[in-house]
């Protein structure tokens, strides 16, 4: 599966009850989950027996040029030793993972898969045209 935009989260982006500029939005780092467009929060990925690894801080700098959504780089930080870790998600922040609106998932990128061994682990976001996705 290569990275993509959620249909519920394009959804929300839409009819604004996903907003990228306003609102909160963090990435989740995943273990033993697979993709399913019919996801829309992290209740769903975890129900589907994936394991959230560890949750970012409030993801900053973001901008919107021309159709394309960048940020400052997602860093996890201190992530405990444990297996590999495929992919991850950026999500719409809320109070628990029911109410944490998935947005954009993330499987092929610099520096995944990545082993977890007590350090920080940073994404650093495409410098290309796409940035972190474009419209």
């Known amino acids: 599966m290569a990275n993509a935009l959620y249909p519920k989260g394009k959804e929300g982006i839409l009819d604004d009850t996903v907003n990228l500029s306003s609102g909160t939005i963090k990435a989740a780092l995943l273990r033993s989950y697979t993709y399913s467009s019919a996801h829309e929060d992290l209740a769903d990925i975890t129900g589907s027996g994936a394991t959230i690894v560890a949750y970012s801080g409030t993801i900053g700098s973001k901008t919107f040029t021309s159709g394309v959504f960048d940020a400052a780089n997602v860093t996890w930080t201190a992530v405990a ?8 998600v950026l999500y719409q922040d ?7 609106r998935v947005i954009m998932f993330v499987d092929s990128y610099t520096n995944l898969p990545v082993t977890p061994n007590g350090g920080d682990i940073t994404i650093e976001w495409d410098n290309g045209a796409n940035k972190i996705f474009s419209w």
């Open 81 to 88: 030793n444990g297996a590999a870790c495929n992919n991850f």
């Open 94 to 100: 809320g109070a628990t993972d029911a109410d944490r």
